[in-house]
């Protein structure tokens, strides 16, 4: 369930404990990690937000909206951040308080503060490109089709549980066994 106290000190965090101010599409890629890092170990998201699929990649879902509300609450201030040689000006976000820390759990807050040490110093297309490979972002992107669709928090642990050869080759073993092949056969007259 969404906790927007939560995300809102997510958000602080990243911004306060990121080496240098992130961008829009860093702070958001930041977000989905952390989320989704956390589902993975602990089987709940740390701010439950909704994320959707966009052709860069996951965000949290009607992202704008949260930041404005953020902004409005006078929490965060977002400006240009500086131009560089080939690139449009960055948008960015400063937080203007720091984070309340009681409002995590230990693990929570170690799920965030892992993912803020091993990704805040990327770029916005180096994360984008990461997560594109991810299985969340890619079970429901299809080019184009899949433009906001939601991302279930499921999605972070199959991947982890993605057959190898070796599993494949034990699974067709024990297709084999005539324990297995009398439920199959059980199962078929069952479903036929």
Request: net charge negative; aromatic share 8%.
């Amino acid at each position: 369930m969404f906790n927007f106290d939560k995300f809102a000190n997510a958000v602080l965090l990243v911004l306060n404990e990121s080496s240098s101010p992130p961008g829009l599409t860093v702070l958001l890629k930041l977000l989905f990690r952390s989320d989704f890092a956390h589902y993975r170990e602990h089987l709940r998201p740390i701010t439950g937000v909704e994320y959707v699929a966009l052709e860069r990649g996951p965000v949290p879902d009607d992202y704008r909206t949260l930041l404005q509300k953020l902004a409005s609450r006078g929490e965060v201030a977002g400006e240009l951040g500086d131009e560089r040689v080939g690139y449009k000006p960055t948008e960015c976000y400063r937080a203007l308080r720091r984070p309340d820390l009681s409002a995590f759990e230990p693990s929570e807050l170690a799920a965030l503060r892992a993912v803020i040490a091993s990704d805040a110093g990327k770029t916005g297309a180096q994360l984008s490109q990461e997560t594109h490979a991810e299985l969340p972002w890619r079970a429901v992107w299809r080019d184009g089709e899949g433009e906001a669709a939601h991302i279930p928090y499921a999605l972070s642990r199959w991947e982890e549980n993605r057959c190898d050869d070796a599993d494949l080759k034990q699974a067709a073993e024990g297709l084999k066994r005539p324990d297995v092949q009398a439920v199959m056969a059980g199962l078929a007259r069952v479903a036929g």
